[in-house]
C-alpha cells in the first residue's frame, strides 16, 4: 500500500515563527501536493511539485513556501507564522501517467498558530 | 479558473432512504474523483471517474461522471449510519492525477 507520512499531527506554533511541516511517501511517486482544508472551504491547493527541485504554485500560495530536495520528501514552510495560518494541512502523492490514477493523502497535520 | 460547486453542503437523512449529492465544475476535465473524510481523518479514495458516462459502485454508493453536462453525482442508495461522514469531490484539471480541485465538501449525516 502507498504511504504518505506526516512527520506532525498536531502543532501549536506561535505567531511569526518559522514551522516546517514535513511529508514522506514511500512509493516513488513523481508528483507531491500540499494542501489546507478549511470547514466550509474545501481543500485548497497552495503548493505542488513534478519533480526533485521543482515546485509550482497552487491557488494560495502566499505565505508559504515548499522545498524538495529528494523525490520521497516534500516540506511546507510557514516562513513567519500567523494565526489566519491555524488550519489542517495535508499532503498528497501521486504517479503520472496510466490508467487509473489516484491521488494518495497523508493523515493530515493540525497546526494552531497562537 | 476552475470551480467545483458541490451541493448540499449538509445533508441530514435517515437510516434507508436514498439521496444524490451533486458536483458541478466549470471546465472541461475528464477526470473526477470523490473522497470520503471522517472526523479527524484524512480523505480515502472512493472512486476515480475516467471517461463520460463512467459509472462505478461500491456497496450503497454509486458515482457517475457526464462530461457533457459536466457534472457528476454520488448517489446514496438505503443509507445506513456507517456512512456518516464528508464526502468530498475533486476535478483533475490536468488529466495526469496531477492536480485537483476540490468542492467544499458534504457533510452527509445518517440518523437511526
Known amino acids: 500500500d502507498v504511504k504518505v507520512t506526516q512527520s506532525s499531527r498536531y502543532l501549536v506554533k506561535r505567531t511569526g515563527e518559522k514551522v516546517f511541516l514535513e511529508c514522506v511517501q514511500d512509493m516513488d511517486h513523481e508528483n507531491m501536493f500540499w494542501y489546507r482544508q478549511d470547514p466550509g472551504l474545501g481543500l485548497r491547493l497552495i503548493y505542488f511539485?513534478?519533480?526533485?527541485?521543482?515546485?509550482e504554485k497552487g491557488d494560495i500560495p502566499e505565505g508559504y513556501s515548499v522545498s524538495r530536495e529528494k523525490k520521497e520528501r516534500f516540506s511546507l514552510i510557514l516562513e513567519s507564522a500567523s494565526t489566519n495560518q491555524t488550519s489542517m494541512y495535508l499532503c498528497?502523492?501521486?504517479?503520472?501517467?496510466?490508467?487509473?490514477?489516484?491521488?494518495?493523502f497523508g493523515e493530515g497535520s493540525w497546526l494552531t498558530v497562537v | 479558473e476552475l470551480k467545483v460547486e458541490q451541493n448540499p453542503l449538509f445533508l441530514s437523512m435517515q437510516e434507508g432512504k436514498n439521496y444524490t449529492i451533486y458536483c458541478n465544475y466549470s471546465t472541461t476535465s475528464d477526470r473526477l474523483y470523490w473522497y470520503r473524510q471522517d472526523p479527524g481523518k484524512s480523505l480515502e479514495s472512493l472512486f476515480v471517474l475516467l471517461s463520460n458516462g463512467a459509472v462505478k459502485q461500491e456497496g450503497r454508493l454509486m458515482a457517475s461522471l457526464d462530461t457533457k453536462a459536466r457534472l457528476s453525482t454520488l448517489h446514496i442508495t438505503a443509507a445506513v449510519h456507517d456512512l456518516s461522514a464528508t464526502y468530498f469531490c475533486a476535478v483533475d484539471s490536468h488529466g495526469t492525477a496531477s492536480k485537483l480541485t476540490f468542492g467544499t465538501g458534504t457533510r452527509l449525516q445518517v440518523t437511526l
Open positions: 498528497a502523492s501521486s504517479f503520472t501517467g496510466g490508467f487509473g490514477d489516484t491521488i494518495y
Open positions: 511539485s513534478y519533480d526533485v527541485k521543482m515546485k
